[in-house]
């Protein structure tokens, strides 16, 4: 997870780029975006939406990489919204690659955010909960594996890797070492104020007209 600590980090440079200084507008007029840390432009990924044009998750963001995408166009599972300029040939056939794709069905989305390593870092903010480091980021179980502690929401935070080998096997209490925050199962919500603080590393212009939060969507 170096990559999205990283890109935490990055965040100065992240803004100076003409698109990205468009969308901190958007951000700042209270609509928020977010896009997983690992996306990578020469994967030319797709946004997928749902039916009615909406992202099919935000946490995280619903994307295919290119070849995903192509199968389902193929497989009539979804309407190509907007293209890349780049194309992919066979013999017989030449396309331009989609950047953005909607099902053909509407699919109910989840209310509850996925338990993902991604998305216990963002409700921790990328921090580690016990000395405040962004670098070299874990996890930490409050209850240790070893003490029957169970990867569930409630008991893994984030911790730095010098905090994570401190605390080693023992118990918050043994050390003196506790969480800022005890940890919880986040709301969307509580994810999507977060990822107003942790913008996208990689995001294709033609993303933006669907990457937005409506206060419908608001649980
Ligand atoms: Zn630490």
């Given at each position: 997870m170096g990559?999205?600590?990283a890109?935490?980090?990055?965040?100065?440079?992240?803004?100076?780029h003409?698109?990205?200084?468009?969308?901190?507008?958007?951000?700042?007029?209270?609509?928020?975006?977010h896009?997983?840390?690992?996306?990578?432009?020469?994967?030319?990924?797709?946004?997928?939406?749902n039916a009615?044009?909406?992202?099919?998750?935000?946490?995280p963001?619903?994307?295919?990489?290119w070849?995903?995408a192509?199968?389902?166009?193929?497989?009539?599972r979804?309407?190509?919204?907007?293209?890349y300029?780049?194309?992919v040939?066979?013999?017989s056939?030449?396309?331009?690659?989609?950047?953005?794709v909607?099902?053909?069905?509407y699919?109910?989305?989840?209310?509850?955010?996925?338990?993902?390593r991604f998305?216990?870092?963002?409700r921790?903010r990328?921090?580690?909960?016990?000395?405040?480091?962004?670098?070299?980021?874990?996890?930490?179980?409050?209850?240790?594996r070893?003490?029957?502690?169970?990867?569930?929401?409630?008991?893994?935070v984030t911790?730095?890797?010098?905090?994570?080998l401190?605390?080693?096997?023992?118990?918050?209490?043994?050390?003196?070492m506790?969480?800022?925050?005890?940890?919880?199962?986040?709301?969307?919500?509580?994810?999507?104020?977060?990822?107003?603080?942790?913008p996208?590393?990689y995001?294709?212009?033609?993303w933006?007209?669907y990457?937005?939060?409506?206060?419908?969507?608001?649980?």
């Amino acid at each position: 997870m170096g990559d999205a600590v990283a890109q935490a980090a990055d965040l100065h440079n992240w803004a100076k780029h003409p698109l990205h200084k468009e969308l901190l507008r958007f951000l700042g007029g209270g609509v928020t975006v977010h896009v997983q840390p690992a996306v990578r432009a020469e994967a030319c990924p797709a946004l997928v939406l749902n039916a009615d044009y909406r992202p099919l998750s935000y946490y995280p963001l619903s994307i295919w990489c290119w070849q995903d995408a192509i199968k389902a166009v193929f497989l009539d599972r979804v309407n190509i919204v907007s293209e890349y300029d780049k194309t992919v040939r066979s013999p017989s056939f030449e396309m331009r690659l989609p950047s953005v794709v909607s099902l053909k069905s509407y699919v109910r989305p989840s209310r509850q955010p996925a338990f993902t390593r991604f998305n216990v870092f963002l409700r921790d903010r990328f921090t580690c909960q016990y000395c405040g480091s962004r670098e070299d980021l874990t996890f930490d179980h409050l209850l240790p594996r070893s003490k029957g502690g169970q990867t569930t929401w409630d008991n893994v935070v984030t911790a730095c890797s010098p905090c994570n080998l401190r605390k080693g096997d023992r118990l918050a209490g043994d050390v003196e070492m506790w969480p800022h925050q005890p940890p919880f199962a986040p709301s969307l919500h509580d994810l999507h104020r977060n990822g107003r603080l942790f913008p996208p590393n990689y995001l294709h212009e033609s993303w933006l007209d669907y990457l937005y939060w409506d206060t419908e969507l608001e649980p």
